[in-house]
Protein backbone atom coordinates (compact mmCIF):
# COMPACT_ATOMS: atom_id res chain seq x y z
CA UNK A 1 0.00 0.00 0.00
CA UNK A 2 1.49 3.59 -1.28
CA UNK A 3 1.45 6.46 1.48
CA UNK A 4 0.90 9.91 1.39
CA UNK A 5 1.04 13.04 4.11
CA UNK A 6 -0.42 15.74 3.65
CA UNK A 7 0.72 18.68 6.07
CA UNK A 8 -1.47 21.88 5.11
CA UNK A 9 -3.09 24.14 7.75
CA UNK A 10 -5.78 24.63 4.94
CA UNK A 11 -8.56 21.96 5.82
CA UNK A 12 -9.59 22.51 2.79
CA UNK A 13 -6.90 21.88 0.80
CA UNK A 14 -6.25 18.77 2.67
CA UNK A 15 -9.36 17.50 2.00
CA UNK A 16 -9.13 18.36 -1.98
CA UNK A 17 -5.85 16.63 -2.43
CA UNK A 18 -7.01 13.46 -0.31
CA UNK A 19 -9.60 13.21 -2.49
CA UNK A 20 -7.49 13.60 -5.51
CA UNK A 21 -4.95 11.13 -4.68
CA UNK A 22 -6.21 8.54 -2.64
CA UNK A 23 -6.97 4.90 -4.45
CA UNK A 24 -7.13 1.34 -3.90
CA UNK A 25 -4.33 0.95 -3.34
CA UNK A 26 -2.78 4.33 -1.99
CA UNK A 27 -3.53 5.75 1.21
CA UNK A 28 -3.48 9.43 1.90
CA UNK A 29 -3.23 11.09 5.44
CA UNK A 30 -4.03 14.88 5.75
CA UNK A 31 -2.97 16.45 9.11
CA UNK A 32 -3.06 20.57 9.97
CA UNK A 33 -0.12 21.11 12.38
CA UNK A 34 3.53 20.19 12.37
CA UNK A 35 2.94 18.28 15.46
CA UNK A 36 0.53 15.98 14.03
CA UNK A 37 2.47 15.24 11.13
CA UNK A 38 6.19 14.22 12.62
CA UNK A 39 3.66 12.08 14.40
CA UNK A 40 1.96 10.73 10.96
CA UNK A 41 5.63 11.11 9.18
CA UNK A 42 6.44 8.18 11.92
CA UNK A 43 4.00 6.50 12.60
CA UNK A 44 2.98 5.54 8.45
CA UNK A 45 5.94 5.86 6.91
CA UNK A 46 5.07 7.43 3.85
CA UNK A 47 6.57 7.66 0.14
CA UNK A 48 5.94 11.26 -0.27
CA UNK A 49 4.88 14.00 1.89
CA UNK A 50 3.27 17.52 0.43
CA UNK A 51 4.24 20.16 2.86
CA UNK A 52 2.60 23.38 2.96
CA UNK A 53 5.49 26.44 2.73
CA UNK A 54 3.60 28.26 5.87
CA UNK A 55 1.95 26.01 8.55
CA UNK A 56 0.06 27.65 10.84
CA UNK A 57 2.87 30.25 12.53
CA UNK A 58 5.79 27.44 11.27
CA UNK A 59 7.92 28.17 8.46
CA UNK A 60 7.05 25.52 5.81
CA UNK A 61 11.49 25.57 5.06
CA UNK A 62 12.25 25.01 8.58
CA UNK A 63 10.01 21.64 8.45
CA UNK A 64 11.51 20.54 5.58
CA UNK A 65 14.89 20.90 6.99
CA UNK A 66 13.47 19.03 9.86
CA UNK A 67 12.40 16.13 8.13
CA UNK A 68 15.34 15.77 6.06
CA UNK A 69 17.05 15.81 8.95
CA UNK A 70 15.29 12.89 10.56
CA UNK A 71 14.68 11.49 7.55
CA UNK A 72 17.16 11.96 4.82
CA UNK A 73 15.14 9.67 1.98
CA UNK A 74 11.94 11.55 2.20
CA UNK A 75 11.05 12.87 -0.46
CA UNK A 76 8.93 16.25 -0.11
CA UNK A 77 6.91 18.24 -2.02
CA UNK A 78 6.34 21.62 -1.42
CA UNK A 79 2.90 23.36 -1.77
CA UNK A 80 2.54 27.61 -1.91
CA UNK A 81 -0.01 30.14 -2.74
CA UNK A 82 2.41 32.49 -3.04
CA UNK A 83 5.72 31.39 -5.13
CA UNK A 84 8.43 33.50 -5.61
CA UNK A 85 12.10 32.88 -6.92
CA UNK A 86 13.59 33.10 -3.76
CA UNK A 87 11.09 30.41 -2.17
CA UNK A 88 11.66 27.79 -4.88
CA UNK A 89 15.43 28.02 -4.85
CA UNK A 90 15.55 27.95 -0.73
CA UNK A 91 13.22 24.56 -1.28
CA UNK A 92 15.52 22.71 -3.64
CA UNK A 93 18.91 23.71 -1.73
CA UNK A 94 16.94 21.78 1.28
CA UNK A 95 16.52 19.30 -0.21
CA UNK A 96 12.75 19.56 -1.58
CA UNK A 97 12.01 16.70 -4.61
CA UNK A 98 9.59 19.39 -6.22
CA UNK A 99 7.98 22.69 -5.29
CA UNK A 100 4.55 23.49 -6.64
CA UNK A 101 1.70 26.22 -7.06
CA UNK A 102 -1.73 26.61 -5.85
CA UNK A 103 -4.19 26.66 -7.17
CA UNK A 104 -3.41 23.00 -8.57
CA UNK A 105 -3.59 22.32 -12.11
CA UNK A 106 -4.82 18.11 -11.30
CA UNK A 107 -2.81 16.82 -13.94
CA UNK A 108 0.37 18.17 -13.38
CA UNK A 109 -0.16 17.93 -9.84
CA UNK A 110 -0.90 13.63 -10.00
CA UNK A 111 2.21 13.84 -12.54
CA UNK A 112 4.45 15.18 -9.99
CA UNK A 113 3.29 13.00 -7.65
CA UNK A 114 3.40 9.68 -9.61
CA UNK A 115 7.46 10.87 -10.52
CA UNK A 116 7.63 11.28 -6.70
CA UNK A 117 6.57 7.78 -5.98
CA UNK A 118 8.45 6.12 -8.48
CA UNK A 119 11.88 7.87 -7.08
CA UNK A 120 10.59 6.47 -4.13
CA UNK A 121 10.28 3.16 -4.47
CA UNK A 122 13.57 3.44 -6.54
CA UNK A 123 15.28 5.03 -3.20
CA UNK A 124 13.73 2.37 -1.14
CA UNK A 125 14.88 -0.80 -3.09
CA UNK A 126 18.69 0.53 -4.16
CA UNK A 127 19.70 2.01 -1.41
CA UNK A 128 20.53 0.24 2.46
CA UNK A 129 18.00 2.35 5.15
CA UNK A 130 20.71 2.14 7.72
CA UNK A 131 24.17 0.52 8.64
CA UNK A 132 22.83 -2.23 10.44
CA UNK A 133 20.78 -2.82 7.00
CA UNK A 134 24.21 -2.79 5.53
CA UNK A 135 26.21 -5.30 7.86
CA UNK A 136 22.73 -7.49 7.44
CA UNK A 137 22.86 -7.32 3.22
CA UNK A 138 23.09 -10.80 1.39
CA UNK A 139 26.41 -11.63 -0.34
CA UNK A 140 24.63 -11.69 -3.39
CA UNK A 141 23.94 -9.10 -6.21
CA UNK A 142 25.16 -5.63 -6.80
CA UNK A 143 23.32 -2.77 -5.18
CA UNK A 144 23.32 0.65 -5.55
CA UNK A 145 24.37 2.40 -2.29
CA UNK A 146 24.41 6.05 -1.12
CA UNK A 147 22.41 8.86 0.36
CA UNK A 148 24.48 11.66 -0.43
CA UNK A 149 23.06 14.88 -2.70
CA UNK A 150 24.51 13.72 -5.64
CA UNK A 151 23.22 10.29 -5.46
CA UNK A 152 19.85 11.54 -4.76
CA UNK A 153 19.50 13.37 -8.01
CA UNK A 154 20.67 10.44 -9.87
CA UNK A 155 17.46 8.23 -7.89
CA UNK A 156 15.41 11.35 -9.04
CA UNK A 157 16.32 10.78 -12.45
CA UNK A 158 15.87 7.22 -12.76
CA UNK A 159 12.65 7.32 -11.25
CA UNK A 160 11.81 9.56 -13.45
CA UNK A 161 12.53 8.25 -16.75
CA UNK A 162 12.53 4.52 -16.25
CA UNK A 163 9.13 4.18 -17.15
CA UNK A 164 9.50 6.21 -20.07
CA UNK A 165 10.66 3.91 -23.29
CA UNK A 166 13.06 6.28 -24.32
CA UNK A 167 17.10 5.60 -24.84
CA UNK A 168 19.18 7.20 -22.09
CA UNK A 169 23.27 8.02 -21.80
CA UNK A 170 24.84 7.33 -18.59
CA UNK A 171 28.23 9.19 -18.23
CA UNK A 172 30.60 9.08 -15.26
CA UNK A 173 34.65 8.44 -14.69
CA UNK A 174 35.25 4.48 -14.76
CA UNK A 175 34.30 2.50 -12.20
CA UNK A 176 31.13 4.70 -10.82
CA UNK A 177 28.66 2.32 -11.37
CA UNK A 178 27.04 2.72 -14.73
CA UNK A 179 25.87 -0.68 -15.34
CA UNK A 180 24.16 -0.62 -11.69
CA UNK A 181 22.22 2.71 -12.99
CA UNK A 182 21.25 0.82 -16.30
CA UNK A 183 20.03 -2.39 -14.25
CA UNK A 184 17.89 0.19 -12.27
CA UNK A 185 16.58 1.78 -15.38
CA UNK A 186 15.66 -1.71 -16.76
CA UNK A 187 14.10 -2.82 -13.07
CA UNK A 188 11.79 -0.17 -12.71
CA UNK A 189 10.91 -0.31 -16.28
CA UNK A 190 7.66 -1.74 -18.46
CA UNK A 191 10.53 -4.25 -19.92
CA UNK A 192 11.59 -5.41 -16.69
CA UNK A 193 9.73 -8.98 -17.21
CA UNK A 194 12.14 -9.33 -20.81
CA UNK A 195 16.09 -9.96 -20.95
CA UNK A 196 18.80 -7.33 -20.08
CA UNK A 197 21.93 -7.82 -22.23
CA UNK A 198 25.14 -5.71 -21.90
CA UNK A 199 27.97 -5.51 -24.15
CA UNK A 200 31.48 -3.94 -23.69
CA UNK A 201 32.09 -2.09 -27.10
CA UNK A 202 35.78 -1.75 -25.75
CA UNK A 203 36.42 -5.10 -25.40
CA UNK A 204 35.69 -6.29 -28.81
CA UNK A 205 36.95 -5.59 -32.45
CA UNK A 206 34.84 -3.90 -34.72
CA UNK A 207 34.05 -7.27 -36.44
CA UNK A 208 33.54 -9.35 -33.37
CA UNK A 209 31.76 -6.46 -31.93
CA UNK A 210 29.35 -6.24 -35.00
CA UNK A 211 28.92 -9.94 -35.13
CA UNK A 212 27.84 -9.82 -31.05
CA UNK A 213 25.06 -7.06 -31.65
CA UNK A 214 23.68 -7.73 -34.96
CA UNK A 215 24.65 -11.87 -35.55
CA UNK A 216 26.06 -13.13 -38.34
CA UNK A 217 24.74 -15.71 -41.41
CA UNK A 218 26.46 -18.69 -41.91
CA UNK A 219 29.51 -18.69 -43.85
CA UNK A 220 29.95 -14.85 -43.53
CA UNK A 221 33.34 -14.63 -42.02
CA UNK A 222 36.18 -17.66 -41.75
CA UNK A 223 34.83 -19.48 -38.56
CA UNK A 224 31.38 -18.70 -38.92
CA UNK A 225 30.00 -22.09 -39.23
CA UNK A 226 26.47 -21.50 -38.54
CA UNK A 227 23.93 -18.63 -37.93
CA UNK A 228 23.97 -16.89 -35.21
CA UNK A 229 21.22 -14.22 -33.53
CA UNK A 230 22.84 -11.35 -32.39
CA UNK A 231 22.11 -9.52 -29.17
CA UNK A 232 19.56 -7.14 -30.49
CA UNK A 233 17.32 -10.15 -31.52
CA UNK A 234 18.28 -12.12 -28.09
CA UNK A 235 16.96 -8.39 -26.74
CA UNK A 236 13.64 -8.01 -28.48
CA UNK A 237 11.54 -6.25 -26.44
CA UNK A 238 13.52 -6.01 -23.62
CA UNK A 239 17.17 -3.74 -22.56
CA UNK A 240 19.98 -3.79 -24.63
CA UNK A 241 22.83 -2.02 -22.38
CA UNK A 242 25.99 -0.13 -24.93
CA UNK A 243 28.99 -0.04 -22.34
CA UNK A 244 31.32 2.25 -23.53
CA UNK A 245 29.96 3.04 -26.78
CA UNK A 246 32.13 6.12 -27.21
CA UNK A 247 34.87 3.49 -28.79
CA UNK A 248 32.73 1.84 -31.05
CA UNK A 249 34.20 2.74 -34.66
CA UNK A 250 31.75 4.79 -36.99
CA UNK A 251 31.03 1.89 -38.99
CA UNK A 252 29.42 -0.01 -36.29
CA UNK A 253 27.51 3.82 -35.42
CA UNK A 254 26.00 4.12 -38.10
CA UNK A 255 24.48 0.88 -37.80
CA UNK A 256 23.19 1.66 -34.36
CA UNK A 257 21.70 4.93 -35.67
CA UNK A 258 19.49 2.83 -37.77
CA UNK A 259 18.22 0.39 -35.56
CA UNK A 260 17.29 3.47 -33.10
CA UNK A 261 15.92 4.99 -36.45
CA UNK A 262 14.06 2.58 -37.78
CA UNK A 263 14.41 -0.59 -35.44
CA UNK A 264 15.73 -3.01 -38.61
CA UNK A 265 19.04 -3.91 -39.12
CA UNK A 266 20.51 -6.86 -41.33
CA UNK A 267 22.79 -9.84 -39.77
CA UNK A 268 26.29 -9.83 -40.83
CA UNK A 269 26.71 -11.61 -44.33
CA UNK A 270 22.80 -11.61 -44.92
CA UNK A 271 20.03 -9.81 -46.62
CA UNK A 272 17.10 -10.45 -44.76
CA UNK A 273 15.95 -6.84 -43.13
CA UNK A 274 15.61 -7.81 -39.06
CA UNK A 275 13.14 -5.94 -37.13
CA UNK A 276 13.24 -5.08 -33.41
CA UNK A 277 11.96 -3.59 -30.57
CA UNK A 278 15.01 -2.80 -27.77
CA UNK A 279 15.28 0.04 -25.78
CA UNK A 280 18.78 1.15 -25.73
CA UNK A 281 20.70 2.58 -22.48
CA UNK A 282 24.35 3.61 -23.47
CA UNK A 283 27.49 4.51 -21.26
CA UNK A 284 30.89 6.79 -21.86
CA UNK A 285 33.65 7.93 -19.87
CA UNK A 286 34.91 9.43 -22.68
CA UNK A 287 34.40 13.02 -23.59
CA UNK A 288 31.70 12.68 -26.62
CA UNK A 289 31.61 16.55 -27.74
CA UNK A 290 35.24 16.34 -28.01
CA UNK A 291 34.88 12.82 -29.76
CA UNK A 292 32.29 14.29 -31.93
CA UNK A 293 34.54 17.42 -32.72
CA UNK A 294 37.60 15.44 -33.83
CA UNK A 295 35.06 13.05 -36.23
CA UNK A 296 34.96 10.18 -34.06
CA UNK A 297 31.66 10.55 -33.30
CA UNK A 298 28.44 10.78 -34.58
CA UNK A 299 26.54 13.87 -34.13
CA UNK A 300 23.76 12.49 -35.21
CA UNK A 301 23.89 9.31 -33.16
CA UNK A 302 25.02 11.07 -30.32
CA UNK A 303 21.50 13.07 -29.83
CA UNK A 304 20.03 9.78 -30.64
CA UNK A 305 21.29 7.98 -27.54
CA UNK A 306 20.94 11.12 -25.33
CA UNK A 307 16.94 11.59 -24.75
CA UNK A 308 17.83 11.81 -21.60
CA UNK A 309 21.21 12.47 -19.37
CA UNK A 310 22.25 10.68 -15.97
CA UNK A 311 26.11 11.88 -14.90
CA UNK A 312 27.15 9.82 -12.24
CA UNK A 313 29.31 11.72 -9.70
CA UNK A 314 32.67 10.26 -8.51
CA UNK A 315 33.45 8.77 -5.30
CA UNK A 316 35.42 12.05 -4.09
CA UNK A 317 32.40 14.15 -4.81
CA UNK A 318 30.24 11.75 -2.64
CA UNK A 319 32.52 10.75 0.40
CA UNK A 320 30.06 10.75 2.70
CA UNK A 321 28.31 7.94 1.04
CA UNK A 322 32.00 5.89 1.71
CA UNK A 323 31.27 4.30 5.27
CA UNK A 324 27.63 2.97 3.99
CA UNK A 325 29.89 1.98 0.92
CA UNK A 326 32.32 0.20 3.13
CA UNK A 327 30.14 -1.57 5.39
CA UNK A 328 27.79 -3.01 2.53
CA UNK A 329 31.28 -4.33 1.04
CA UNK A 330 32.53 -6.30 4.37
CA UNK A 331 28.68 -7.53 4.43
CA UNK A 332 29.05 -8.51 1.06
CA UNK A 333 32.20 -10.22 1.03
CA UNK A 334 33.25 -11.10 4.32
CA UNK A 335 31.95 -14.90 4.22
CA UNK A 336 33.15 -15.38 0.50
CA UNK A 337 36.55 -14.70 1.41
CA UNK A 338 36.35 -16.44 5.24
CA UNK A 339 36.97 -12.95 7.15
CA UNK A 340 35.98 -12.56 10.66
CA UNK A 341 36.01 -8.54 10.44
CA UNK A 342 32.38 -7.18 10.15
CA UNK A 343 33.91 -3.30 10.15
CA UNK A 344 36.53 -0.77 9.43
CA UNK A 345 38.69 0.46 12.33
CA UNK A 346 37.99 4.36 13.40
CA UNK A 347 41.90 5.49 11.46
CA UNK A 348 40.81 3.17 8.51
CA UNK A 349 38.07 4.45 7.71
CA UNK A 350 39.16 7.90 8.32
CA UNK A 351 41.77 7.24 5.61
CA UNK A 352 39.13 5.89 3.30
CA UNK A 353 36.94 8.77 3.21
CA UNK A 354 40.12 11.14 3.06
CA UNK A 355 41.31 9.38 -0.14
CA UNK A 356 40.59 11.06 -3.66
CA UNK A 357 40.12 7.21 -5.58
CA UNK A 358 41.31 7.54 -8.80
CA UNK A 359 39.57 4.48 -9.95
CA UNK A 360 36.50 5.43 -7.83
CA UNK A 361 33.60 2.34 -6.38
CA UNK A 362 35.47 -0.29 -8.24
CA UNK A 363 38.70 0.27 -6.82
CA UNK A 364 37.07 1.28 -3.20
CA UNK A 365 35.69 -2.51 -3.60
CA UNK A 366 38.88 -4.07 -4.64
CA UNK A 367 40.87 -2.31 -1.44
CA UNK A 368 38.17 -3.69 0.92
CA UNK A 369 38.29 -7.04 -0.20
CA UNK A 370 42.07 -6.75 0.05
CA UNK A 371 41.85 -5.63 3.47
CA UNK A 372 39.37 -8.80 4.44
CA UNK A 373 41.74 -10.81 2.77
CA UNK A 374 44.96 -9.46 4.95
CA UNK A 375 43.12 -8.73 8.42
CA UNK A 376 43.52 -11.06 11.49
CA UNK A 377 40.36 -9.80 14.09
CA UNK A 378 37.05 -8.19 13.97
CA UNK A 379 38.16 -4.92 12.14
CA UNK A 380 39.91 -3.70 9.19
CA UNK A 381 42.65 -1.99 10.51
CA UNK A 382 44.90 1.06 8.40
CA UNK A 383 47.69 -1.50 8.34
CA UNK A 384 45.71 -4.07 6.36
CA UNK A 385 44.52 -1.25 3.45
CA UNK A 386 46.50 -1.07 0.47
CA UNK A 387 45.30 2.09 -2.19
CA UNK A 388 47.99 0.55 -5.35
CA UNK A 389 51.38 2.16 -5.90
CA UNK A 390 50.09 5.84 -6.09
CA UNK A 391 48.02 5.83 -2.42
CA UNK A 392 49.23 6.49 0.77
CA UNK A 393 50.04 2.75 2.71
CA UNK A 394 50.07 3.56 6.56
CA UNK A 395 49.05 5.92 8.86
CA UNK A 396 52.88 7.34 9.16
CA UNK A 397 52.08 8.32 5.09
CA UNK A 398 55.11 7.07 4.27
CA UNK A 399 55.41 7.02 1.08
CA UNK A 400 53.18 10.45 0.94
CA UNK A 401 50.88 10.69 -2.52
CA UNK A 402 52.80 11.74 -5.47
CA UNK A 403 50.75 14.71 -5.84
CA UNK A 404 51.51 16.06 -2.39
CA UNK A 405 55.06 15.76 -2.76
CA UNK A 406 55.14 17.35 -6.49
CA UNK A 407 52.90 20.36 -5.33
CA UNK A 408 55.52 20.72 -2.15
CA UNK A 409 58.63 20.70 -4.81
CA UNK A 410 56.68 23.23 -7.34
CA UNK A 411 55.88 25.78 -4.15
CA UNK A 412 59.60 25.28 -3.63
CA UNK A 413 60.86 26.23 -6.59
CA UNK A 414 58.37 29.08 -7.29
CA UNK A 415 59.93 30.09 -4.03
CA UNK A 416 63.61 30.14 -4.96
CA UNK A 417 62.91 31.58 -8.61
CA UNK A 418 63.21 35.16 -7.06
CA UNK A 419 59.97 35.87 -9.39
CA UNK A 420 57.61 39.07 -8.72
CA UNK A 421 54.03 37.51 -8.57
CA UNK A 422 54.19 34.19 -7.38
CA UNK A 423 50.47 34.15 -7.11
CA UNK A 424 50.01 34.87 -10.89
CA UNK A 425 52.62 31.83 -11.78
CA UNK A 426 50.85 29.34 -9.52
CA UNK A 427 47.37 30.87 -11.24
CA UNK A 428 49.21 30.32 -14.65
CA UNK A 429 50.70 26.74 -14.02
CA UNK A 430 47.48 25.51 -12.43
CA UNK A 431 44.95 26.73 -15.69
CA UNK A 432 47.61 25.14 -17.96
CA UNK A 433 47.90 22.03 -15.78
CA UNK A 434 43.76 21.90 -15.81
CA UNK A 435 43.47 22.47 -19.37
CA UNK A 436 46.01 19.62 -19.98
CA UNK A 437 43.84 17.42 -18.14
CA UNK A 438 40.89 18.16 -19.59
CA UNK A 439 42.85 17.65 -22.98
CA UNK A 440 41.51 21.20 -24.44
CA UNK A 441 38.06 21.17 -23.33
CA UNK A 442 37.71 24.88 -21.99
CA UNK A 443 34.07 23.95 -20.66
CA UNK A 444 35.49 21.08 -19.02
CA UNK A 445 38.76 23.06 -17.61
CA UNK A 446 36.67 25.93 -16.42
CA UNK A 447 34.43 23.20 -14.34
CA UNK A 448 37.31 21.77 -12.67
CA UNK A 449 38.70 25.10 -11.74
CA UNK A 450 35.10 26.55 -10.54
CA UNK A 451 35.18 29.18 -12.52
CA UNK A 452 33.26 30.46 -15.23
CA UNK A 453 33.91 30.00 -18.81
CA UNK A 454 34.28 33.66 -19.65
CA UNK A 455 36.54 33.74 -16.69
CA UNK A 456 38.87 31.12 -17.95
CA UNK A 457 39.00 32.63 -21.19
CA UNK A 458 40.02 36.06 -19.64
CA UNK A 459 43.06 34.23 -18.15
CA UNK A 460 44.04 32.54 -20.89
CA UNK A 461 44.26 35.83 -22.74
CA UNK A 462 46.23 37.24 -19.75
CA UNK A 463 48.72 34.73 -19.21
CA UNK A 464 48.98 33.66 -23.55
CA UNK A 465 48.14 30.43 -23.06
CA UNK A 466 47.03 28.27 -25.61
CA UNK A 467 44.52 25.15 -25.24
CA UNK A 468 45.87 22.34 -27.47
CA UNK A 469 43.74 19.60 -27.84
CA UNK A 470 44.95 15.79 -27.76
CA UNK A 471 43.94 13.66 -30.59
CA UNK A 472 44.34 9.77 -29.49
Given at each position: ????????DD????????????????R???VQ?V??????L???D?E??L????V???D??????A???E???Q???I?T?????????????????D??????????L????????????????????????S??A?P???????????????????????T??????????S??????VAR????H?????????AV??AA???????S?????????????????????E?????T??L?????????TQ?K??????D?????????????V?????????Q?L????????????L???L???E?M????????????????????R?????M????E?????M???T????????R??E?V??R??????GP???????D????G?????GA??Q???E?????IDRL?????D?????????????????????????????????????S???K??L???V???
Amino acid sequence: MQKILIIDDDEGVCYSLARLLASDDRRVTAVQNVEAGFEALRGEDPELVLLDVRVGKADGLDILQAIRKERPLQLVVIMTAHGTTETAIEAMKRGAYDYLLKPFDSKTLKATVEKAMATARLNRRVTTDSPEDSRKAPPSADRIIGRSTAMQRVYKLIGQVATRDVPVLIRGESGTGKELVARALWQHSARNAKQFLAVNCAALTETLLESELFGHEKGAFTGADTRKLGKFEQADNGTLYLDEVGDMSLATQAKILRVLQDGTFYRVGGHETINVNVRIIAATHQDLELRIKDGRFREDLYYRLRVVEIMLPSLRERREDIPELVRYMIARHREILMSEATEASAKAMDKLTSYDWPGNVRQLENVIRRGLVLCNGPSITIEDLDFGPDGPRTESGAPRQAAEEDMEALIDRLLASGKDSLIEEMERLLIARALEKMNGNQVRTAKLLGITRNTLRSRLEKFGLKPKVNVV
